[in-house]
């Protein structure tokens, strides 16, 4: 079939592109409030996720939460759900719509219809300062989806049980009781925190690079409602060269929680108000 490139093509391919979610209404996060709130903070427990595997952890509204590299360069997959509505949970498509391909401080994790409400702030974000580098790459990104043995199994033609889906799996299956058929429904695609990613520009290709976190670096969150997080250290380490192996360098994740010193006056986002003709 023969493919003409049409007289105007160059015209067409100049046209300037229009941003789809212009997010200047989106509600403000008052982080300046957060900041405050957050000096009084006092930890009030912590999970530490071992590498190639992954935990599950509490987080009530009004706490903060921090994510921390603390042996070595790791990468993690984040999911969360709401704790009254396992059913609620992050929705990583419309973050990105709303945010951008990658999330920092004041950027939000957003729930899934009908609720579409923040459930997570980024308060804070050790690794700010990387921005966009000269590949297009950038860290903590909402545009990959997670490593899983389904799609190791089409590409390889092997099983690999340590993927971050396998592990976020078994992890919400210990924490809520739940049988591989319940559970498997509720793991979704995540917030991978590190993780430096990004798209060829010439083919388009969803990318990874060596990730530029170091033992002492974090990412830091409000919970806006009250949630159970899920976490895998991914057995790509620092995802610099492959991942769903064992052969990367892996390091263990700490997540810590704080309470605030004492009841806090800011309001939970309440579920979307849309309602069907």
């Known amino acids: 079939m023969?493919?003409?490139?049409?007289?105007?093509?160059?015209?067409?391919?100049?046209?300037?592109?229009?941003?789809?979610y212009?997010?200047?209404?989106?509600?403000?996060?008052d982080l300046p409030g957060l900041q405050t709130l957050r000096?009084?903070?006092?930890k009030s427990g912590e999970c530490l996720v071992p590498p190639r595997e992954a935990r599950c952890f509490h987080v009530p509204a009004g706490h903060f939460f921090r994510i921390t590299s603390v042996e070595g360069p790791q990468v993690g997959d984040l999911n969360l759900w709401s704790a009254a509505d396992p059913r609620e949970r992050f929705y990583s498509g419309k973050t990105?719509?709303?945010?951008?391909?990658?999330l920092t401080r004041g950027d939000r994790m957003w729930?899934?219809?009908?609720h579409l409400r923040p459930m997570a702030t980024v308060t804070e974000d050790t690794l700010e300062w990387y921005g966009i580098d000269e590949f297009g790459g950038s860290v903590h990104d909402v545009i990959g989806t997670r490593c899983d043995p389904?799609?190791?199994?089409?590409?390889?033609?092997?099983?690999?049980?340590?993927?971050?889906?396998?592990?976020?799996?078994?992890?919400?299956?210990?924490?809520?009781n739940l049988s591989r058929d319940e559970a498997e429904p509720l793991v979704h695609d995540v917030l991978n925190v590190f993780m430096c990613t990004g798209f060829t520009r010439d083919t388009g290709q969803y990318f990874m690079k060596t990730s530029p976190v170091r033992p002492g670096d974090y990412l830091e969150f409000y919970a806006e409602i009250d949630l159970i997080g899920g976490l895998s250290a991914c057995p790509g380490g620092d995802?610099?060269?492959?991942?769903?192996?064992d052969a990367a360098a892996c390091y263990p994740l700490l997540v810590e929680i704080f309470a605030p010193l004492g009841p806090t006056v800011r309001e939970q986002p309440r579920s979307s108000s849309y309602s069907w003709p």
């Open 39 to 42: 000096l009084t903070a006092r």
């Open 22 to 29: 212009p997010n200047e209404t989106l509600p403000d996060p």
């Open 111 to 114: 729930s899934g219809f009908p």
């Open 2 to 20: 023969t493919r003409n490139i049409p007289e105007d093509a160059a015209d067409r391919r100049a046209v300037r592109p229009v941003i789809c």
């Open 150 to 176: 389904y799609t190791h199994r089409l590409l390889s033609g092997q099983d690999y049980h340590h993927c971050c889906h396998s592990n976020l799996v078994n992890a919400l299956m210990a924490d809520l």
């Open 239 to 245: 995802c610099g060269s492959e991942h769903s192996s």
């Open 96 to 102: 990105r719509a709303l945010h951008g391909t990658h």
